[in-house]
Every structure is written in C-alpha cells, then in structure tokens.
T-cell receptor, first 113, second 114 residues
Framework: DVKVTQSSRYLVKRTGEKVFLECVQDMDHENMFWYRQDPGLGLRLIYFSYDVKMKEKGDIPEGYSVSREKKERFSLILESASTNQTSMYLCASSLGGRGNEQYFGPGTRLTVT | LAKTTQPISMDSYEGQEVNITCSHN???????ITWYQQFPSQGPRFIIQ???TKVTNEVASLFIPADRKSSTLSLPRVSLSDTAVYYCLVGDGNSGGGADGLTFGKGTHLIIQP
C-alpha cells in the first residue's frame, strides 16, 4: 500500500512563528501536493511539485513556500504564521501526470493563535 | 482550465442507487475524469477514473457521455457508511504546466439516511 505520512496530526503555533509541515511518501511518486481544507471552501491547492527541486504554485500560494530536496519528502513552510492560516493541511502524492490518482496523508490540523 | 460543477449536497436512503453528476464543459482532449471520496478528518480517497463511456470497479461505476462534458458517479445500493463528500476532478496526464486538473472544489456532500 502507498503510504503518505505527515509529521504531525495536530499543531499549535503562535502568530509570527515559522512553521514547517513535513510530508513523506514511500512509493517513489514523482508528484507531491500540499492542500488546505477549510469549512465551506473545500480543498484548495497551495503548491505542488512534479520533480525534485521543482515546484509550481497552486491556487493559493500566498504566505507559503515549499521545499523538495529529496523525491520522497515535500515540506510546506509558513514563513510567518498568521491566524488566517489556521486550517487542515493535507499532503498527497501521485505517479506521473496531473490527472493521476492522488494518495493523501492523514492531514495536519494547524492552529495559529 | 477545465472547471467542474457539482451539486453541493444530496440525500438518499440505504439500499438505493445514488447518481452524482459533474459538469465539465471545457474538458480537453487529454483530460481524464477522476472521483474521490472524503470522510470527516481524513484525506480524500480515490474511487474511480475514466476517459470515456463506462468504467466499473468494485465500488462504483462512472458514466461518461460521448461529448464528455459531464460525468456521473453511480454508487449501487448505498449504506450509511457511504455518507461522505465526493469530488470530481478533470486533468490530463502531463506533469508540470500549472495547476489544471488539481482543483478539488467544494464537492458534493452525500447524506445517506436509514
């Protein structure tokens, strides 16, 4: 089975802190994704990466950056956390093309106070 | 950008067949149609994918008309455990080139009653 793991299930940070969310997949997938999910807004794509060191902006990249130094690991970085970044963050991975099946991690519930 | 439109919510009863339709008027030649299911506090889970006509697996069927401007996810004989949010995505098999085909949107909240 494909396994996508995220570093934390729950995280509480203060406004202005730098926050790292880590995601690891074990199936040698080329693509990795970061989404956030908020009530009434569904899942929104923040960034995705289709290869090591490659990244592309999604629908809502503002306030976030990403890093992919190794194929299996994709990090989401909040340079200076704000309360409006309180959300559920979901990581996913997939083989090959953008239309291919994505496998999701369990999510990280981030609260910024 | 192949945007999708789905109903916000649907209700049905145990044992019924449920059909959820997704509109994607701007679907491109290389685009596939993929459906996901999401339960509360979990990430979405792949259900089925198709390109044209009909696809069936152990969980669901996917009907795609000839013009491919819409698709219908069919869940046979639903149970209470099928209560979830269902998302329709349209995207091609290429890597890179933007976020096309990676927009989940708000999905359809399906509620199954006893």
């Amino acid at each position: 089975d494909v396994k996508v793991t995220q570093s934390s299930r729950y995280l509480v940070k203060r406004t202005g802190e730098k926050v790292f969310l880590e995601c690891v997949q074990d199936m040698d997938h080329e693509n990795m994704f970061w989404y956030r999910q908020d009530p009434g807004l569904g899942l929104r794509l923040i960034y995705f990466s289709y290869d090591v060191k490659m990244k592309e902006k999604g629908d809502i990249p503002e306030g976030y950056s990403v890093s992919r130094e190794k194929k299996e690991r994709f990090s989401l970085i909040l340079e200076s956390a704000s309360t409006n970044q309180t959300s559920m963050y979901l990581c996913a991975s997939s083989l090959g093309g953008r239309g291919n099946e994505q496998y999701f991690g369990p999510g990280t519930r981030l609260t910024v106070t | 950008l192949a945007k999708t439109t789905q109903p916000i919510s649907m209700d049905s009863y145990e044992g019924q067949e449920v059909n959820i339709t997704c509109s994607h008027n701007n679907i491109a030649t290389n685009d596939y149609i993929t459906w996901y299911q999401q339960f509360p506090s979990q990430g979405p889970r792949f259900i089925i994918q198709g390109y044209k006509t009909k696809v069936t697996n152990e969980v669901a069927s996917l009907f795609i008309p000839a013009d491919r401007k819409s698709s219908t996810l069919s869940l046979p004989r639903v149970s209470l455990s099928d209560t979830a949010v269902y998302y329709c995505l349209v995207g091609d098999g290429n890597s890179g080139g933007g976020a096309d085909g990676l927009t989940f949107g708000k999905g359809t909240h399906l509620i199954i009653q006893p």
